[in-house]
């Protein structure tokens, strides 16, 4: 039998990590809705239901793949920097970084080649020290295109 805590905390792991990606509460709540129906009740603190979670975060958020979203004042810096990457880039972001998710299980849900999956993360690990999320003249994507530099990718394969 599953506890009320083991559930508590696989919503509130579930919500949290769709919040991040799609930066709504209401797209958020509508993607944990839909991880539920797409799971049985008994796999709810199963990765399965966070998988589904994610693929419904992913599905429900704005169709604007090359557009950064403007950063949630409610959030610490660290977080809202993330909305100024491309989705694609926070996406990998939060699938690898904040999640733990192996490179095979993100580059499946993220319909990339793991090397693609790579280059995005760090090209976005690169990139994040530079973005200012407290602009006040307003936030603003930097394209992460192929600017990673080599070197930068060799560090990176050495810290992932």
């Known amino acids: 039998m599953i506890g009320k805590n083991e559930v508590s905390k696989a919503l509130d792991g579930a919500f949290r990590a769709a919040f991040m990606l799609t930066g709504s509460t209401q797209a958020a709540e509508r993607a944990v809705f839909d991880g539920i129906a797409a799971t049985?009740?008994?796999?709810v603190v199963d990765d399965v239901f966070l998988l589904e979670t994610?693929?419904?975060?992913?599905?429900?958020?704005?169709?604007?793949?090359?557009?950064?979203?403007?950063?949630?004042?409610?959030?610490?810096?660290?977080?809202?920097?993330?909305?100024?990457?491309?989705?694609?880039?926070?996406?990998?972001?939060?699938?690898?970084?904040?999640?733990?998710?192996?490179?095979?299980?993100?580059?499946?849900?993220?319909?990339?080649?793991?090397?693609?999956?790579?280059?995005?993360?760090?090209?976005?690990?690169?990139?994040?020290?530079?973005?200012?999320?407290?602009?006040?003249?307003g936030t603003r994507s930097i394209p992460l295109g192929d600017r990673a530099r080599p070197d930068a990718i060799a560090a990176c394969k050495r810290l992932i």
């Open 54 to 137: 994610i693929k419904a975060a992913i599905q429900r958020r704005p169709d604007s793949t090359h557009q950064s979203q403007q950063p949630l004042s409610c959030l610490p810096l660290e977080l809202r920097r993330l909305f100024l990457l491309a989705p694609i880039s926070r996406d990998c972001f939060v699938l690898r970084i904040l999640l733990g998710l192996t490179p095979r299980t993100c580059s499946r849900i993220l319909h990339l080649t793991i090397e693609e999956a790579h280059r995005t993360l760090c090209a976005a690990l690169e990139a994040l020290p530079f973005l200012e999320a407290g602009n006040s003249s």
């Open 40 to 43: 049985e009740f008994d796999s």
